[in-house]
C-alpha cells in the first residue's frame, strides 16, 4: 500500500470548514484513499473512501486531485466533538493485506 | 443501531490469570479483527477471521487464542495474562468481499486491560 503523509497538527475554529491534507505520491491506479478517525477513548471511525471521483457523505466531503497524489478531508461545519486524530491510508482494491495500518495521523483541535 | 460492542469496557488482571474479551457485530459482516493499541505503536493486529468457524493470525498472535463460533461474535482469549499485555483491545469489522480487504472496517470501543 502507498505511504501516506499528514501534517502532524492543524486547528480549526468551531463552525467553520476543516480541511485536512493528505500527500500519496505514489499512489497506485487500483488504491483507494480512505479516512479514519479517533476520538480520544475511543476506537477508530471510519469516515470515507474513494478512488478519483470527489465523494461526501453525511460526516464529510473527500476530494482527489485529478492526478490522484494527494487528497483532502473537508469537515463542513467543524464542532467540538470533531476534536480526534485524522488518518489518511491508501489501500488496494484486491488488497489482500489483512491488517488496517494507521499512520501517526494529524492531530486535530477544534476550538470555540 | 449497535455496530460493533465490546464487553468488558474495562479490566484490571493479575499476572497469570485468563480472561475472553467478547466482540459482538450487528452489521453481518464476514470479516473481524481484533487489534491492540499501545502508546507509539499504533493498531497491531493479533488475529482476524474472515467467516464463521475460521480464524487466522495476525502481526502479533502470541499469547492470544480466537475464536468464532458464531458469525456475529470474535472471542479473545488469554490463557495466562502477563504485564506486556496491558493495552487496549479494539474489535473490528468489516464486509466480505472474495479474500479481499479493502471495505472499511468499523470499529468498537475498545476494552482497557491491565495486568498486574
Known amino acids: 500500500d502507498a505511504k501516506t503523509t499528514q501534517p502532524t497538527s492543524m486547528d480549526c475554529a468551531e463552525g467553520r470548514a476543516a480541511n485536512l491534507p493528505c500527500n500519496h505520491s505514489?499512489?497506485?491506479?487500483?488504491?483507494?484513499v480512505y479516512w479514519y478517525r479517533q476520538i480520544h477513548s475511543q476506537g477508530p471511525q471510519y469516515i470515507i473512501h474513494g478512488l478519483k471521483n470527489n465523494e461526501t457523505n453525511e460526516m464529510a466531503s473527500l476530494i482527489i486531485t485529478e492526478d490522484r497524489k494527494s487528497s483532502t478531508l473537508i469537515l463542513p461545519h467543524a464542532t467540538l466533538r470533531d476534536t480526534a486524530v485524522y488518518y489518511c491510508i491508501v489501500r488496494a482494491l484486491s488488497s489482500n493485506d489483512y491488517k488496517l495500518s494507521f499512520g501517526a495521523g494529524t492531530t486535530v483541535t477544534v476550538r470555540a | 443501531n449497535a455496530g460493533v460492542t465490546q464487553t468488558p469496557k474495562f479490566r484490571v488482571l493479575k499476572t497469570g490469570q485468563s480472561m475472553t474479551l467478547l466482540c459482538a457485530q450487528d452489521m453481518n459482516h464476514e470479516y473481524m479483527y481484533w487489534y491492540r493499541q499501545d502508546p507509539g505503536m499504533g493498531l497491531r493486529l493479533i488475529h482476524y477471521?474472515?467467516?464463521?468457524?475460521?480464524?487466522a493470525k495476525g502481526e502479533v498472535p502470541d499469547g492470544y487464542n480466537v475464536s468464532r463460533l458464531k458469525k456475529q461474535n470474535f472471542l479473545l482469549g488469554l490463557e495466562s495474562a502477563a504485564p506486556s499485555q496491558t493495552s487496549v483491545y479494539f474489535c473490528?469489522?468489516?464486509?466480505?468481499?472474495?479474500?479481499?480487504?479493502?471495505?472499511?472496517?468499523?470499529f468498537g470501543d475498545g476494552t482497557r486491560l491491565s495486568i498486574l
Open positions: 505514489t499512489i497506485s491506479g487500483n488504491e483507494y
Open positions: 477471521s474472515v467467516g464463521e468457524g475460521t480464524t
Open positions: 473490528a469489522s468489516s464486509k466480505g468481499q472474495g479474500i479481499r480487504f479493502n471495505q472499511p472496517q468499523h
